[in-house]
């Protein structure tokens, strides 16, 4: 028999963002937990509301499945002496597995007979190993920030005020805390004043919950949104699409109402950006644009009280709307007074850190940085003169009355500010761009201009914070140190810019010290933040878009990962060539063309193997194997070198992997480690030449 499951945990109002995050999380861990428990069942669904996270699972068995395991002994003739009976290991691997020796069997495996014994377990009731699973399932569910609430110990997001627990008919009895499942739950807050209601079968939980104005499923809410979304702004205008902020409203309510509101449309001669962000980002209201995109003096707000109160909650919406609207018309006039460049000064008082002095020193070694930057890429792609403009200007806007208020404003304003006051197209999109990505697979900059002072400006930080030990470590990252080295590298895949990153690193540490910064160790400061861009690579090279093997980015890395596009280059032209019939045998050769290098190494056998003064003598090769593969060798590696030149690694690496015929004929026909120490010397130059080509491609070895 099967039974249906359900959990309800109640609770005070949980912020929006934990719920995305908390219900994914939930069906992992509760799927990972049926399936490790070995037991069955036939559909699970996850729901969430600022006051409720759920679990509903159907036909979930009774009982888990009976398991069966096979442990292997000692082998056969090992386990019975010469007239079939149990010697001393035999008898005691059966005392050992619990077992009497007459249940021993005799298993068959590739290497032998081995002696068997096959122990059974009877699966355990469902309903008892849930009701211990959990309190320790609940406790666990992730939250950036947790509460501790009354006398209890427990931590979660809002304090935990009811438990429904429900297999099948039944209450699935155990405590969190102080508290106790039962079959209760609660509707909406305001629409039914907190009402209790007892669900006495979990096929009508849902349309239980509907009765009292609780829509639990999110994916229910949102079409309720969109259809509220529809009906109240036929014939404003159109509605700007925007699913980030569906996302978010639909785990602000349990009811949803749409409410359409208006503003002054005075106010529409503020910055797009600056409305959206009053509108959107702080308020949570859907805005409207006309048929060309403007925007229009009408919002939507989407409720969670009583919809017959919708005037009242109309005339509140517009009130503070109008209010922090003021506040920004404000802000604009005085920002506006002064142009970009006058603000620039007032960042001599502003702290960047307070072991690195002030935002104008930042900037100061920011247009340094971008000189060098510039310097290495082609000129065509930028004009120097806008590179430092734009890296004078880009933090001037964090000293904006704007940006004091609305933090996330920080670049947009500083665009539209210079856009308000004439600077060219480049500079100004460039002081928004600089700040780009703001996450892992966040937009990047699109000029080379934005490019150039973004990684400028990130380099800096992550030089200046790891200079004052400000290092990311397990605990945590508070700096964003690891996004903004991602950023650098995501920038420089983009553009294909293939300028060392090794020397702008080195070039970042002498400008810190050139400007009065203390660096108590230069190499080892410039070591730390090596490896550290290391990490970042390997990350982004096994994530989208690229998905690379671990032992195909440390192959290509191991090469070298200062030019980073031609190190990804190298990762994927190892993955591309990969699946080939011969790619396998040959990267096997030249692990064995290592090996035996190390080996002649280790034993000292031959020191001038190493002295890179050493040539292979053609006229000492004496098998025909050794001199066809010489041969081959020399017409791959000039063909390879011509594609390496071009940078296309798929086809170097193309013709490194036809080798492989004349390589498996050497190691069977030709000794390496002979007594001849010239001939030896000579066989192992000719490998050493081989295994640099390779090397160089970043074969795995």
Known sequence: MAKDFLLEIGTEEIPTGYISEALPQMEKDFRSFLATSKIDFKDLKVWGTPRRLVIIARGIAEKQQDQRTEITGPPKQ??????????????????????????????????GEYLCAVLSQKGQHTDKIMAAFLPQFITSIYFPKTMRWETRQLRFARPVRWLLCLWGKQVLKFKLG??????????????????????????????????????????????????????????????????????????????PTAILGKFDRRYLNLPAEVLITCLRHHQK?????????????YFVGISNGDPKAASGIREGYERVLSARLEDAAFFYKIDTETHLEEKVEKLRGVVFQEKLGSLYGKIERVIKLSESIASQIPFTTYNLADVRRTALLCKADLVTEMVKEFPELQGIIGKEYALKYNEKEEVSQGLYEHYLPLSMTGQLPRTANGAIVSIADKMDTIVSDFAIGLIPDSSGDPYGLRRQAQGIVRILIANQWNFSLFELIEKAIRILKESGIEVVNTGELLNKVWKFFRERIEYIFGYEPYKLAYDEIAAALDVGYSEVHNTLKRAQALQELRPLPDFEPIAAGFKRANNILKQARDKNLVDEVLDEGEKLDEGRLAEEA???????????????????????YTEALRRLVSLRPDIDTFFNKVMVMVEDRQLMTNRLMLLKEIAGLFLRMGMPG
């Open 78 to 111: 090992v386990a019975y002496d010469a007239n079939g009976n149990l010697t001393p290991a035999g008898i005691g691997f059966a005392k050992k597995q619990n077992i009497k020796p007459q249940s021993l069997t005799i298993k068959k495996t590739e290497k």
């Open 178 to 255: 102080e508290l106790s499942t039962g079959n209760k739950t609660k509707g909406h807050l305001i629409l039914t004043g907190n009402k209790e209601i007892a669900i006495k079968n979990i096929a009508l939980y849902e349309k239980s919950l509907n009765q009292i104005n609780v829509i639990a499923d999110p994916e229910k809410r949102k079409a309720r949104i969109k259809a509220e979304l529809i009906r109240v702004t036929k014939g404003k205008g159109r509605l700007h699409e925007d699913d980030t902020l569906l996302s978010v409203v639909t785990n602000l309510t349990e009811y």
């Open 285 to 297: 209201y859907f805005t409207l644009v006309d048929s060309q995109d403007r925007l229009l003096p």
């Open 626 to 648: 050794e001199k066809q593969l010489y041969r081959k060798f020399i017409e791959i590696k000039a063909e390879a070198e011509q594609y390496l030149g071009k940078g296309d």
